[in-house]
Structure formats: C-alpha cells, structure tokens
C-alpha cells in the first residue's frame, strides 16, 4: 500500500498518511495517560502501551553527564513493523514525530533497529550529548 501511495503522490505522501495516524494515535494516548502526572509516569504508560502492540518497550531513568542529571528513555527491544520500516524510513520518523507530540518536551532517537542497532532508544526531555 505505501509502495502505491508513494508511486502515486510521492515521498511526501507517505509521511504525511503516517503523520495523520500518529495525531489520531497521539490523541488517544493522551486520554490513556491522562491521569499520569509526571513524565516518568507518562514514559512508563507509554512503554506498557508499545509492548501491548509487540515492541517489548522499557521505561527506564539514567544518570547522565557530569552532574548527574536524570533523564527518562524508552528503550523499545524489537519492532513489529521492521520489514517496513527498512523500506521507509518516514515511518521511523512518524514515531519520533509522535513521542515529541505526546510528551510535549525534547525528544530524541538515539538508536534504531532498522538500521541495524539492537533497539530503538528514545531519550526524553533533554537534549541529547
């Protein structure tokens, strides 16, 4: 279908279908997480949710830099959508274009598995190194 949808309407298309999805996503999630008060309840809801769709998703807190700072990721270990993924990548961008929507801070990838790497690693609510 996307292969169609790009041949038809070209590479902006399918971002813009994906992007479509994810503010429908982002909406729902955002009732789903509405009682979460802070953002590490909000990482930890989010989490629960991808794994419930296949990505066996963490939320977890690191110390990072000099001064210790705490910062949230999830850290998502397989992706059920890969195949796809490898072939668009606007769907990797989609996804982080969603966790920016729902958190409403930085958010940043650090990792993917389509290209490779062991998982997808998303920091939250700091700027990266």
């Known amino acids: 279908m996307l292969h169609h949808l ?14 479509a999805r ?15 008060a802070t953002l590490g309840e909000r990482a930890e809801g989010l989490a ?6 296949g990505f066996d998703a963490v939320a977890h807190r690191e110390s990072v830099g000099a001064g ?6 999830i850290t998502q270990r397989h992706c ?5 993924a490898r072939q668009y990548h606007e769907l990797c961008v989609s996804e982080l274009t969603l966790y920016r929507n729902l958190f409403g801070v930085p958010v940043s990838r ?20």
């Open 110 to 129: 650090e990792t993917r598995i389509a290209c490779g790497q062991g998982c997808c690693r998303y920091r939250i609510g700091a700027a990266g190194p």
């Open 6 to 19: 790009r041949d038809l309407f070209g590479q902006g298309a399918v971002l813009k279908v994906l992007d």
């Open 48 to 53: 629960a949710h991808l794994t419930e769709l």
């Open 68 to 73: 210790g700072e705490e910062v949230w990721y």
């Open 22 to 36: 994810s503010l429908a996503l982002a909406e729902r999630l955002r009732t789903e997480l509405a009682g979460a």
């Open 80 to 84: 059920p959508n890969l195949s796809v």
